[in-house]
Structures are given as structure tokens and as C-alpha cells.
């Protein structure tokens, strides 16, 4: 690659103000929604013994398999680039010990994920996840309030057409005996599956149901539905959460062939989408489910937990699409600083800084040595007022206010600026 054509690496992009912004904004309203439902913020490690992920996410999923990026370190230990944050929130929970603390426990995280996938439009190689977790709890009604706390979120960001599906994929009791009657099923349609379910129906048959390929679909059609191989304890969570999400007035639809590319979950998965072209093009925008044996699996005691992820990118390309055609803001900054002359630079970054105290927005070409550029640029931002100190002003201690829309001026003394403005803004 030519020196100065570098590019960052595929799959990974530079955020800039925008999206800082619009990430700022969506973790300013994820505090207050965890808050209030007594989620605690988390923040682990980026870097996570690869192992709990084989073990967690589960070695045969196509997360472990294509997309981890795994090294050794110089001390010889290997580790991952976490591609998602519960197995080092339940590390977190079994190495701190907090299975003595009062249940459920409840965090949330925001940080940055690395799958090796294949980008696209709303899936990248470095993403960041929002999410929810709560541990030590069996009850239904954890299930509801995850996924309660991403609706809630979703809605509050603007999202007008959300879609949540739902499916129960059983537990140790009941899931083995519908992985044989699938097994079974799909050994007699073997010819007629894509190549990957070919392997996806030997190492983990779920995963065939998740499958979007056209030849698949069709054999997922007949396939025996977990559904109906539910335990009665597994029938009889399911049904609680969907009282719960009904009695929220939360619309949503069972799908079972929802089975989730993760291997921990039990019982209660779900996804959350935006019902429009853009919010199919993208995938989901959230998604999670319970995991009841995650914990006792990193090593610690048997725990219930639930919890899900939301994929900021894609959240933010949804809003950009929806605000494109909006009007553009009003200007940020109502005043503009000029000034002309080395002893007019130096009263105007003092009064700059003063502005900066007291509240009020300036922008500024103290770089610039022209007044007409200033003020031109000043005629860009449609600012209301300009400051203006030339030598003479600046020998006097008084500036020039400029009314920008009918040229009016006023002289003002340097250390009534403050005053004057914030009377006028
Ligand atoms: P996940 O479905 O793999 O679940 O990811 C959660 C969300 O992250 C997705 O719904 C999507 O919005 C976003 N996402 C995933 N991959 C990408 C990508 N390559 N580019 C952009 N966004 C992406 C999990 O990761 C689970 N840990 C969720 C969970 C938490 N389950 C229980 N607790």
C-alpha cells in the first residue's frame, strides 16, 4: 500500500463528532432507563481468555469458529478481542464473587466488539454493544423487563415500527429430545441443505433454523418446532413472559425458528428489529435470551441470568437515514469573535475564555489575520452578533458588537461584553 494512502483496517471505521454525539446521546438515555430499573454500569476488559468464549459463546457457533480475533501474548496466554460482553460480565460476576450480593444483579455496558465477519451494511468488524444483563433471577418477569428496557430505549430514540420476536428454546430437560427429532428430520433432507447446514445439521442443528438460504427455508418448514417439545417447566415460563409483554402492551411475534447464534442461551430468546427496508437491509438492532447455564459454566455457582445487546451503529444508521430529510439545526453558536492585530489576539482570547464561563457559545477565527475573512465566515454560521476588536478597541479595552443582520454596532467596554451579550442572547 502507497505511504500516504493508508486506510483503516476493513470493517473498522473513524467515528467523528456526529456519531460521537449520537453515541453520547443513546448512553445518556440508557443511564436513565438503567437507573431507574437498578442496572449498574460495567466496563470489563476488551481482552478476554479466548476460553470463555469457546466455552460461553460456544465453540461450534460461527462467532468462535470464523470471527474471534485471537492471539498469543509475549507471555504465552491467548486471548481474545471480545466479539460480545456477557461471558466477561459473568467472568466479572464469578471472579468478584457477587453471587453473595442481593438477586438479581443487575449491569449494564457500553464498549466496542470485533467479529472477523463479512461487512455490510450495518455489520462491521469493530461495533460497539449496549446491553443489559441480570443474574441470580429464574422468574419470567426478568425476561419481560429485558426486554421491556431495549423497547423502551428504542422507542425513546424515535423508533416508531418495532418488531420483537420471540421463541423458547427449551432447557437441558427438553432440548435434547427435540435436537434428536430435528436431527433426525433434517439427516433424511441432507442432499437438499446448503453446504454450511450440511456441517451446521452434524455439530449444531439448531443453527439450520436460523438459516436465510432459499433451499433451507423450505425444509425448515416441515421441521418438528421446539415448541412442541417444550417441558412443562420451560412451557409454563414461556407463557408467563408472554402475559408480561402482553399486560405491557408490548407487541410481539413468536417465531420458531428464532434460535439465536449463541450458544448459551436457555429457555427466552429474542430479537428486536426496525420494521422498515433500512431496519431489514440492517438485521436486528437488539437481541438476546436467557442464559441459566453461562455462569455455572465460567466456573461459578448455578445462577439463572437473562439479558440482552443492542448494536449502536446500526441503531445510529437508522436515526441518520430517518433525520436526512429533516431541516438542518438552527446554528450551535449565536457569536462570533473576531479580531484584528497581535494585541487584539491576546484580549480576545482572554475574552474568549471569559465567554467560555459564562455559558455562552462563541465561535472564533483567532487563527485568522483578516477581519473580511472573519466576518465572512461569521455570514457562513449565521451567528446574530459579531465581537470585533481592532488595535483600537483593544488600546481602549472596548470591543465592537455587530448586529450581523443590519450591520448595527455598538461599543462596548471589555469588561461589560459578558453582560451585554447575555442580555441580548
Ligand atoms: P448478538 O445478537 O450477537 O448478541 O449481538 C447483539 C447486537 O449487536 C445485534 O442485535 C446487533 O445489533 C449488534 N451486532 C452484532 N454483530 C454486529 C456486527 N458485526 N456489526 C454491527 N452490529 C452488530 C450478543 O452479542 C449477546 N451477547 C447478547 C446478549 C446479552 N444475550 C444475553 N445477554
Redo the contacts with the bound molecule.
Sequence with gaps: MAKNNYQAPT?MHDLFQGELDQMARIEQMAKRVADFYGFEKIATPILEFSEIFEKGTGAFTD?VEKEMYTFKTKGGDILTLR????PGVVRAYNQHGMQNLPKPVRFWYLGP?F?H?RPQA????Q?N?L???SLGAEHPIIDAITILVFYSLLKSLGFKKLAVQINCIGDSQCRGGFKKALSSYLRSKTSSLCVQCRVRQKKNPLRVLDCKEEKCEAIKKNAPQILDHLCKDCSDHFKGLLEFLEELEIPYNVNPYLV???DY?TRTVF?ISEDTEDGKAQ???????R?DGLVKLLGGKDTPA??????I???INLIKARTKEQPPKEPTCEVYLTQVGELAKRKALKLFEQLRQANIKVAEGLHKESLSAQLKQADKMKVKYSIIIGQKEALDKQVIIREMKNGRQKIVDMDKVVRELKGKI
Design positions: 470493517g462467532i466479539p460480545e460482553i456477557t466488539c467479529r465477519e450495518g455489520r462491521y468488524r461495533f454493544q446491553g443489559f444483563e439465536r447464534g449463541l442461551y430479537e438485521g436486528s438492532l437488539a437481541g438476546g435470551g442464559y437473562c439479558g440482552g445487546a443492542m448494536g451503529e446500526r441503531v
